[in-house]
């Protein structure tokens, strides 16, 4: 079975840090681009980040470049995303996803609450 299982969320205060993790199983990681999007209560889905196979060309929107650092291990099957200096606009439920065979594949997500 295709899974994606997102972990690392939380609570935290603006200004702070949190690593999500999403662990893959049923397919091979390493083959797959992967991404990350967030949905914030009452808004529509917007993609954070994407990462290649290859960990070549990573990629951010513009709301997060120079805070995210999108990367992977292929070797443990998990794409991270280091989110630093983190704002209440971030605050949002976390999926990583990809493509299989021309079907999206998404996790359950992962709560990041950011407030003082």
């Known amino acids: 079975e295709v899974q994606l299982v997102e972990s690392g969320g939380g609570l935290v205060q603006p200004g702070g840090s949190l690593r999500l993790s999403c662990t893959a199983s049923?397919?091979?990681?390493?083959?797959?681009?992967m991404t990350w999007v967030r949905q914030a209560p009452g808004k529509g889905a917007e993609w954070v980040s994407a990462?290649?196979?290859?960990?070549?060309?990573?990629a951010y929107a513009d709301s997060v470049q120079g805070r995210f650092t999108i990367s992977r291990d292929n070797a443990k099957n998990t794409l991270y995303l280091q989110m630093n200096s983190l704002k209440i606009e971030d605050a949002a439920v976390y999926y990583c996803g990809t493509k299989i065979g021309g079907a999206t594949i998404r996790g359950q997500g992962t709560q990041v609450s950011v407030s003082s």
């Open positions: 990462i290649d196979s290859g960990s070549r060309v990573p």
């Open positions: 049923g397919f091979t990681f390493g083959n797959y681009d």
